[in-house]
């Protein structure tokens, strides 16, 4: 923060990192980018567009499809020639640029307001909010303005400048209150403006989006003439929980005071909640539609910091993996790396609950104590199953409640064979696909999983505990229902988890900076191996961990009640210095490199204070899985592992004779060997779509390959 306030006093230019990867025209040569986002995916028939190799205006033409646009464009922030252009039709638009250094086409393929965009045919039923004017839930933007009175501007309130948001009170640009009644705050810019905020409130991509930013009413905004309190920069906050609605929902709160006094636009989308849908190719999609209204409406932008707790942070996680580009920072809290790899242990809480609890499926004789199932769980908390599969619904349940399908609607293996199937799976249709039978490609498997084998092994579970619990466990079928024997992944749901990226194995997430925020362990499944485990994959695939850095506190889950603003803070001066890095060298090296040296690993005591860091080791502590006790690396990403086969002398203990029969029969195929990467694993295909050119479904989606770039024209 200190850094970027020090750049823009001294009027030192500090360069944009792109909202995407981008390639441009190099010296004089004319040429087109888009700077709202990839040439691709434009929405709304609108799109900000920069001309490279021009310093001006003067002796410059563009024109869409033969039709002069050359009034658009004007120089922007930043000294570069760009122009918004609007009315753009469905599907493409040829934009050509020409002037005394030559010219350049480029052509934008312009999508729906209600997408889809690149995730492919759109999720139904969908019930669209009261006064939706058609059947993509469009509807007229609400604008609004609030203010902070004297007194409280500055105020630290609370967990987060979140929380400033019941101090805003209702501004009137008819009726103003008194100037001298309105606090006033000082940008980035180094501008001091009075503290009010515009908010506008509107639908794309079938759901709601809300923008806030610091607004001087009566004066004029535009991409190319931003009002000077902007910083350029944008925060996108996200929602928490994991479910999957067939309806409209509310945008996530943006009305930060501290982002807001800062000058940064603050923006989020109903589906970036993931409490709200947690599907991955529609948060990634509705982030690129709302960052880009954002751009076209307020200017391009030099970063973007994403914000956000528990389902927030597996959103920010997952997408930054599987669409690099559409953020430059993270701030996850209450970290969950993504929401597959997480649903490994939610779907083993679930069937180990449903063999504790029933002991009619224990072999006479047997018997469970608190501490042999805390060896299984790898948790010594045995009541974290049950909070965890209480308090998030079960998408791995077809037959469940799910918001906004009326329940006669909903799949019923008997009555309703053919009703919505509220899994996670068929909500992601278009990533995995479907089966013969009509339902979703399933990557969940636990065949060969020896559960409770440290537990073995430390003597915490006896042979006659190992070989019950692995003969009778079984597994799940596709309506939810237990069965004998293991869960057989798809192969190609497998396959699909990995390279949509659903299961992040964190092949591209060296390109952005990372603040993960981590309070100790509460016994509510928020637990503390996530951050860990991502750490573990950036180790594995990059032999570092230099751009995760981890702040850890007393508060529990969220580590410090000031980690959440503190954070963006943190990560907007570190990147200030990632874009003041001119060298030509990977993106990757410039954020490893760039951190500043007073950024890294920390301990507070919840509320703000730096205390050793050995008392975070000792309360913040990391405990395990069901599969981390059965050998699965700290990596948590093996979906299905490869077998080997079964020998007696793995094991530390002597199995009889009817022991041995009944391990063979419960792994009839083997067990799992963690030695060997797991079936299909493999990193994440960046940037695909999971629609055609005509919008049909492309399941388990097509790569959209490199940023498209202008041609010089040839005439």
């Not at 060298?583 to 050793?612: F, H, N, S, W, Y």
Request: net charge neutral; charged share 15%.
């Amino acid at each position: 923060m200190r850094l970027s306030r020090t750049l823009a006093a001294l009027g030192v230019a500090v360069a944009v990192l792109p909202f995407l990867p981008q390639a441009s025209a190099s010296g004089a040569t004319l040429g087109l980018t888009v700077l709202s986002g990839r040439p691709d995916l434009v929405s709304g028939g609108d799109a900000l567009v920069a001309v490279t190799g021009a310093s001006s205006t003067r002796g410059l033409r563009v024109d869409v499809d033969g039709t002069d646009r050359t009034p658009a464009f004007g120089v922007g922030p930043g000294g570069r020639v760009q122009g918004l252009l609007t009315g753009l039709r469905l599907g493409e638009n040829v934009v050509t640029v020409r002037g005394s250094t030559g010219g350049a086409r480029l052509t934008l393929v312009n999508h729906p307001i209600g997408g889809p965009v690149m995730s492919g045919p759109q999720i139904q039923p969908w019930a669209c909010q009261a006064g939706a004017r058609d059947k993509q839930c469009n509807a007229p933007t609400v604008y609004t303005f609030s203010y902070l009175p004297v007194g409280t501007a500055g105020l630290k309130v609370g967990a987060s400048g979140l929380f400033a948001a019941s101090l805003f009170r209702p501004y009137d640009p008819k009726s103003p209150p008194p100037t001298a009644t309105i606090a006033t705050t000082t940008t980035d810019t180094g501008v001091t403006v009075p503290f009010i905020v515009r908010k506008e409130v509107g639908y794309l991509d079938r759901d709601q989006y809300a923008i806030a930013a610091l607004w001087q009413p009566g004066k004029p905004w535009t991409a190319l003439k931003p009002q000077p309190q902007f910083n350029r920069r944008l925060v996108l906050t996200h929602g928490a929980s994991c479910d999957t609605a067939y309806t409209t929902g509310s945008a996530p709160d943006v009305m930060n005071a501290t982002f807001l006094a800062h000058g940064f636009v603050v923006a989020s989308h109903a589906l970036d909640n993931a409490g709200h849908n947690c599907n991955l190719a529609t948060q990634a999609e509705s982030l690129i539609m709302t960052k880009e209204r954002v751009v076209e409406r307020y200017g391009d932008l030099r970063w973007t910091i994403g914000s956000g707790c528990s389902g927030g942070s597996l959103v920010q996680q997952q997408v930054a993996n599987a669409y690099p580009g559409v953020y430059q920072a993270i701030t996850p809290q209450c970290s969950f790396t993504d929401a597959w790899s997480s649903a490994m242990q939610y779907e083993d809480y679930f069937m180990l609950l449903k063999y504790f609890q029933d002991p009619r499926r224990w072999t006479p004789g047997t018997l469970w104590t608190p501490t042999a199932i805390a060896a299984v769980l790898d948790h010594p908390n045995i009541g974290n199953p049950v909070t965890f599969t209480n308090v998030i619904p079960n998408s791995g349940d077809p037959s469940r409640s799910c918001p906004g399908v009326p329940a006669a609607q909903v799949y019923d293996k008997a009555k309703n064979p053919k009703g919505v199937k509220c899994t996670l799976q068929d909500y992601m249709v278009n990533v995995f696909g479907k089966r013969a039978d009509g339902f979703a490609n399933r990557p969940f498997d636990n065949t060969g999983i020896q559960y409770g084998l440290a537990g073995l092994r430390s003597g915490a579970l006896s042979p006659a505990q190992f070989v019950d619990l692995n003969s009778h466990l079984g597994g799940l079928d596709y309506s939810g229902d237990v069965t004998a024997g293991r869960i057989v992944g798809d192969g190609i749901g497998l396959e699909r988890a990995y390279r949509s990226g659903a299961v992040n194995s964190a092949n591209n997430l060296d390109q952005v900076a990372i603040i993960d925020l981590r309070g100790p362990d509460p016994g509510a499944f928020h637990d503390v191996y996530r951050t860990y485990a991502m750490r573990a994959r950036l180790l594995r695939n990059f032999g570092t961990a230099a751009n995760q850095v981890l702040w850890r506190g007393q508060a529990p889950l969220i580590g410090d009640i000031h980690y959440a603003d503190e954070a963006v803070l943190a990560a907007d001066g570190w990147l200030a210095r990632v874009a003041a890095d001119t060298r030509k060298v990977p993106l990757a090296q410039k954020i490893r490199e760039g951190k500043p040296g007073t950024l890294g690993d920390r301990c507070t005591d919840g509320v703000g204070q730096d205390i050793p860091s050995e008392v975070c080791d000792q309360t913040v502590v990391s405990y395990g899985t069901p599969r981390y006790a059965a050998d699965e690396p700290r990596t948590d990403d093996v979906a299905k592992c490869q077998l080997k086969a079964m020998r007696p002398d793995d094991y530390p203990v002597t199995f009889t004779a009817g022991q041995w029969a009944a391990l063979k029969k419960a792994f009839p195929s083997g067990v799992c060997d963690y030695s060997r990467p797991g079936v299909h694993q493999h990193g994440a295909t960046a940037w695909l779509s999971y629609q055609d050119a005509k919008g049909t479904a492309v399941y388990g989606g097509r790569a959209l390959g490199p940023v498209p770039t202008s041609t010089p024209l040839r005439d």
